[in-house]
């Protein structure tokens, strides 16, 4: 396999994994049940429903208010981590 098939192989899947992302919210938004989970605040709590979450995928579920609280981190009620969440510069 040549490098230009290799590379247009790796863009064919990028779009498809955009599509499939797109897709998801949409049914999502919709009501539809997907296997997908979500992050989840609860006061002071944030949910996750995997190990593989992303930090990125937490800290945007945190709304600016939060500034000075520290968060606990749970995966099926089990402490993972704490998060400080400090005040923005």
């Known amino acids: 396999m040549s490098d230009h098939e290799r590379d247009r192989?790796?863009?064919?899947?990028?779009r498809l994994r955009r599509v499939e992302t797109r897709l998801t919210?949409?049914?999502?938004?919709?009501?539809f049940e997907t296997q997908v989970q979500k992050v989840i605040l609860d006061i002071d709590t944030v949910?996750?429903?995997s190990l593989d979450?992303?930090?990125?995928?937490?800290?945007?579920?945190?709304p600016t208010g939060y500034a000075g609280t520290k968060l606990r981190i749970l995966?099926?009620?089990r402490h993972?981590?704490?998060?400080?969440m400090s005040e923005p510069d």
């Open 9 to 14: 192989i790796g863009e064919i899947q990028d």
């Open 25 to 31: 919210k949409y049914m999502q938004e919709r009501g």
């Open 47 to 49: 949910h996750i429903p």
């Open 53 to 62: 979450v992303r930090l990125r995928d937490i800290l945007t579920i945190i």
């Open 75 to 77: 995966h099926k009620d």
């Open 80 to 84: 993972i981590m704490n998060v400080f």
